[in-house]
């Protein structure tokens, strides 16, 4: 079973870059899923980010597409997001989770616990 | 970009009645739609993918209907457990969709 755990900043400033990474772990990155980011603000509901293959090949949300940044780093057997020039609207449980590919790209599987990124000055 | 409508926003039922969920979606999706279950604090849970396959581990009272645009999640017999949040989410297309959700409450 896939085991995923998000690490990062709790507070950023806004106008700032915030990075998170998800550690993978019983599971080599380099499979048949793809990692992806899905947010939370604060009582609302769940919104997909971008997902990240282990090549590398990327698909983000057309809404965010212009200040995220998905990358992975097969030797750590973990993957990044970072979010530029965040502002209130950012603030959000940032969860990362495993997405079956095989033919096509699928449900998300696993969840890591989410890491809660407050924007306040 | 697909537009995953979920009713109603609430739902209150009654321990061991049935319950019953919507999903709609605004563009054909086939059968490419999973179900997830929050309970507060807590991390998403798949419940459903396909669809109507249950994830592993899911109880069979919990059941996924439906395709193209139109899917159901039905809850045979509620549990204690079960009060949460559901929603549902596309994977036909990029980018990914879900839901508002539905809350599922006691009533």
């Known amino acids: 079973q896939v085991q995923l755990q998000e690490s990062g900043p709790g507070l950023v400033k806004p106008s700032e870059t915030v990075s998170l990474t998800c550690a993978v772990s019983a599971y080599s990155i380099r499979s048949d899923y793809f990692w992806g980011w899905i947010r939370q603000p604060p009582g609302k509901g769940l919104e997909w980010i971008g997902t990240?293959?282990?090549?590398?090949?990327?698909f983000y949300n057309p809404s965010l597409r212009s200040r995220v940044t998905l990358s992975v780093d097969t030797s750590k057997n973990q993957f990044s997001l970072r979010l530029s020039s965040v502002t209130a609207a950012d603030t959000a449980v940032y969860y990362c989770?495993?997405?079956?590919?095989?033919?096509?790209?699928?449900?998300?599987?696993?969840w890591g616990q989410g890491a809660l990124v407050t924007v306040s000055s | 970009e697909i537009v995953m409508t979920q009713s109603p926003a609430t739902l209150s039922v009654s321990p061991g009645e049935r319950a019953t969920l919507s999903c709609r979606a605004s563009q054909n999706v086939g059968s490419y739609l999973g179900w997830y279950q929050q309970k507060p604090g807590q991390t998403p849970r798949l419940l459903i993918y396909g669809a109507s396959t249950r994830a592993t581990g899911i109880a069979a009272r919990f059941s996924g209907s439906g395709s193209g645009t139109e899917f159901t999640l039905t809850i045979s017999s509620l549990q204690s457990e079960d009060f949460a949040v559901y929603y549902c989410q596309q994977y036909r297309d990029w980018p990914l969709t879900f839901g508002g959700g539905t809350k599922v409450e006691i009533k």
């Open positions: 989770a495993s997405q079956y590919c095989r033919g096509g790209c699928y449900q998300f599987d696993y």
């Open positions: 990240v293959s282990h090549s590398g090949t990327t």
